[in-house]
Structure formats: C-alpha cells, structure tokens
C-alpha cells in the first residue's frame, strides 16, 4: 500500500515494485513506469543546470502530453515549486502571471519548441511562494486575471491518500484523463493514478470535444474511472447512442465542474451499466469537498446534489442576513477542507474569501465559495447558483445559472449561457445563447414559453440567440459567460439565428 507515501513517494514506489507496468497510454501509445521515470530523470537534468535558487518557481507551459507529465513530475520529485497555467491563456496574461510567481524560467517539455512570450513588466514584483508549495495552478480568470493558487505538498499529499482507495484506484486500474493538466481535476486523473500504480489514459485536448474518439478510447482500453465535466459526459453518451453502445468496463464514473443537463444525468445509467455515478463539488482553492453517490435504479431530480462533505471537510451555510443556517433553507456555502490552499498568491485578492470562520467560532482555515445552496430536510446540500451571478431584472433578483438550468431542462437544448446587460428601463436585461440538439426543431417562441412556465416573469430572458455550434468555453470546459457577453451581435457571436425578444 502506497497511501501514506503521497504522490511523490508513491510514484517513486511504483517506478521501483511494478517498473514495467503501463504508466501513460497516449495515441495508444504505452509508456511505462520505468520509461516514465528515465523520461523525469532527464527532465530533472535540465532543471539542475538552470541555476535557479532553492524554492524558486518555474514555469511549465505545454499542451497535454507524456512529455508534460514528465515535466511536472520532474519539478515534483525534485522539490521545485511549478506553476502550470492554461496554454490557451493570452501571451500577455501568461507573461504576467509567470512574473507575479518570480518565474525566471518557463520551460517546455523535452524536445517540444519553447513558446516565446512578450519581456514581463520590470515593474511586477514577484510574490513570494508559501512554505511548502510545490504546484501552483490558476483560476479560469473569467473575471479578469487569473488568481494564482499555490497547493502545498501536504495538501496534494492528503488528497491522493484518499482519493486512490475512494475509487479503486491502484496496480491494474485505468484511468481516463479528459482535463487539461493545468485543471485540478488532474489531482485525481493524472497524479493519484500515478501515485497508486494505475494506468491514465491521456486524451489529447485536440479530440476531447469528439465523442467518437472519447468512446474509443474507453472502449479499447477498458477504462475502469472515469472523471469528466458534463459536456464531455454529453459528448460520450450521444456517441455511445449513435453506435449503440454500453461502458461495461466503467466501476466509477465521476461528474464535476458545472450543473449536468437533466437528459445527460438521466442517460448515465444506461451508458454505465457497472457504475458507481457520482457529483463531485469542490473549487480550484478548495479541491474536491463534497460527493454525492447516485443510489442504482433511484429516480435522480435534476439537479443532482453535491452531497456531504469528505471526510475531514467542515461545512457551513450562512443565509442572506450572514446567520448561521442550522436546519433546511439556502444561502452561501463556507468550507474548509484538509485539500485547500493557503490563500491566493497575492493575498491583496483574497477580497475576503480566504477567511476565518465568518462568525469566530472556531480558528480554522475557511474558504467563502460565492456558491448559493439549498440544504433539504435530510441535510443534503443543493448547488442553486452564485452570488456573482444575482442581478436585478426589473426589481427583482434573478440567477442566472437558474435560468441556465431551466434552459437546459428544454429536450431541443445541448447547453445554454445566460450573461445580464444594462438596460435603460429595466436595468438589467438577460441574453440567453443556446446550442440546439442535432436534428432537433427549436424557436425562440418555444424557449420562452418553456422558460415562462419554469420562471418567474422577470427571469425569462429578454433575447434568446440560437446555434447549432457550441457555445465558448473557458480552459476548463465550462460555458465562456465572459465571450458570450463580449460577443455584442448574434452575427459576431457567430450564432445561427437570433429570433425575437420577449416584451
């Protein structure tokens, strides 16, 4: 058992007991643990002849690839703290945030061409690293730039402890990793799979919106866990239909990252017959802190809870006056968890959501989500939307994510981005985009009585665009809110038709 040797000495482990066991499977490729190894060895040579000072960041900039997990994990092994931002982010943002870290260095895998970014500002200060930090990811900045969030090894530690058994995951277990590598969910994909001795099947980011290519790749490799945001479950099951095909081979199927669409939700047992099916809550700051398992063969009502906190996780619920909710109702959810981070990088952003606890009732770390939530009558918590996306549409406060959700529940609806512009007579005004079903008839007149019967009057968007194409995303799969409200024109957003306006 490798659970009390965290991820590094875990990988170590498996390197020396299972040297030839597969590792990374990628185009079909296989490396193994002993290749994997020599691969970080030679990663960890380039490293030492940088000269950069104990505790100093690099930076890593690269695409999903063996090549990139060697990278990392040399920068693991090694102690040096790493900072693993979204290659999809502008040159601009990634030169400020590798100088806000004080990276001197960012690299490229071996043998893959550096990316060459514009000077940094010789203004920007580099913060200083926390004690203890060895992988510094980042927010989506879906609200300007990206907020650095350093994990200490204690923290990453902690979770692939219990992450590995949580899901079976150990010598002879394969793991599908849909996620960038700069996403968090790769905690779970990449780096506990490897600190267990599993075997991850990396999909390359180029074919992850092709649910043919998803299929096959579950389908030849026997995939035993799964982890993946809704649109890569929509993806996966639309393809599975087509061919009509089942994952026998799935034991643990994981969801996370946004609200799954109520037909993709419904369609899991089906699509994984042998399955545990479960939601994973949790930030970026946070890591995963709250799981709901799917009870086989219960009538699910969308949306699925998030569930119970993890073990070692404390949560709390404060209403709308900032009282401490101890019974059922709603208000904004407060964790702590075994698995966050210390704070952002700059702390001058903290803005209050690394805190302690809101009402000094204890002397723990918490961390204020900005995630509204419903508690029932059994203590189960419900993800109802966010504080950032509360707006006034007539006097009135409206969710915008409710009103996605809504919009969602329409069976013609793959996805849908709801973004609130100023409007002289109203003050806000809700612009809903939504992607149609393949084949399927849908009008603008259809989406509002379908929102009017769900809504109440102030919620029901006031212009409704739609497409055949996906709708943005941001790096980490999501809906792109921020490009949609950039978009302006339905032309300029390049969506297929924008038919009427409610009154």
Request: net charge neutral; proline share 9%.
């Amino acid at each position: 058992m490798t659970d009390h040797l965290g991820l590094v000495g875990g990988f170590l482990t498996q390197v020396r007991e299972q040297p030839d066991a597969p590792a990374l499977v990628w185009h079909d490729q296989v490396t193994t643990y002993a290749e994997l190894s020599a691969a970080v060895g030679r990663e960890r040579e380039r490293l030492a002849l940088l000269g950069a000072g104990p505790g100093e960041p690099v930076g890593v900039l690269a695409a999903k690839s063996p090549a990139a997990v060697a990278l990392v994990l040399a920068c693991l092994t090694s102690g040096r703290p790493l900072l693993l931002p979204s290659p999809a982010l502008a040159d601009t943002t990634l030169t400020e945030l590798f100088a806000q870290a004080g990276c001197r260095h960012v690299l490229a895998p071996e043998g893959e061409p550096a990316r060459l970014l514009p000077p940094a500002d010789p203004d920007t200060a580099a913060l200083p690293v926390p004690a203890g930090a060895v992988l510094l990811l980042t927010t989506s900045g879906s609200t300007g730039l990206p907020k650095i969030v350093p994990l200490t090894s204690a923290a990453v530690d902690r979770f692939t402890a219990w992450a590995g058994p949580a899901f079976g995951i150990g010598p002879g277990a394969t793991v599908l990793n849909h996620a960038p590598l700069n996403f968090d969910l790769c905690l779970l994909d990449v780096w506990t799979t490897l600190a267990h001795g599993g075997r991850v099947v990396l999909v390359d980011p180029d074919h992850a919106v092709n649910g043919r290519h998803l299929l096959g790749l579950l389908q030849r490799h026997q995939v035993h866990v799964v982890q993946a945001v809704p649109m890569a479950y929509g993806l996966l099951e639309d393809a599975a239909r087509r061919a009509g095909a089942e994952l026998t081979s799935v034991r643990h199927a994981l969801f996370t990252g946004d609200a799954m669409p109520d037909r993709t939700l419904a369609a899991l047992p089906r699509l994984f017959p042998r399955a545990r099916l479960y939601n994973v809550y949790g930030c970026t700051e946070t890591n995963d802190s709250f799981l709901h398992e799917l009870a086989p063969g219960a009538v699910v009502f969308p949306p699925a809870p998030i569930g119970r906190p993890l073990p070692g996780v404390q949560a709390l619920v404060l209403d709308a006056h900032g009282d401490l909710l101890e019974g059922p109702g709603g208000g904004e959810l407060y964790v702590s968890t075994p698995f966050q981070a210390p704070g952002y990088l700059d702390a001058a952003r903290h803005r209050g959501t690394f805190t302690g606890h809101p009402l000094g009732l204890d002397d723990r770390a918490w961390f204020r989500t900005g995630d509204l939530v419903r508690r029932d009558a059994d203590g189960m918590l419900h993800l109802t939307g966010r504080v950032d996306f509360q707006v006034k549409v007539r006097g009135t406060a409206v969710n915008t994510a409710e009103v996605e959700r809504v919009l969602q529940t329409h069976p013609a609806v793959l996805e849908a981005g709801v973004t609130a512009r100023p409007d002289p007579l109203t003050g806000r005004r809700l612009v809903a985009s939504v992607r149609r079903a393949p084949g399927k008839p849908l009008n603008s007149l259809q989406l509002k009585e379908h929102c009017a019967r769900n809504l109440p009057k102030a919620a029901v968007p006031s212009e409704l665009r739609i497409t055949d194409d996906p709708l943005p995303k941001t790096p980490t799969g999501k809906v792109d809110r921020a490009a949609l409200d950039r978009a302006g024109t339905p032309a300029k957003a390049g969506l297929a038709t924008a038919e009427g306006r409610t009154p």
